[in-house]
């Protein structure tokens, strides 16, 4: 399973960005966005499963969205009024028969 993750960039404190990640497989199953910013670890950002039930961590909520088109084999990650606090590089990620797979990741720069 290969993930090929697009869409990041600089932009200015409470910009929109979206991300897009195309998948090799089109049966995977949860698919979501992870970051990391510099010295800090990987966390999840927002999931979305198979059947489009989503997930969001607290600092995503009311301001990202997550979506997939399964017959593009694509997530997006929608990210409104963002902050210098999103500033990461941010990995898409697929889990897909019993193993999780990861893009290499897009960086996102929030401006002040």
């Known amino acids: 399973v290969q993930l090929q993750a697009s869409g990041g960039g600089l932009v200015q404190s409470g910009g929109s960005l979206r991300l897009s990640c195309i998948c090799s497989e089109h049966r995977v199953e949860d698919m979501g966005w992870y970051r990391q910013a510099r010295g800090k670890q990987r966390e999840l950002v927002a999931l979305?499963?198979?059947?489009?039930?989503?997930t969001y961590s607290n600092s995503a909520k009311g301001r990202f969205s997550i979506s997939r088109d399964t017959a593009r084999r694509t997530v997006y990650l929608l990210m409104n009024s963002l902050k210098s606090e999103d500033t990461a590089v941010y990995y898409c990620?697929?889990?897909?028969?019993?193993?999780?797979?990861w893009g290499r990741g897009t960086l996102v720069t929030v401006s002040s």
């Open positions: 979305i499963s198979s059947t489009g039930t989503s």
């Open positions: 990620n697929a889990h897909y028969d019993g193993r999780n797979y």
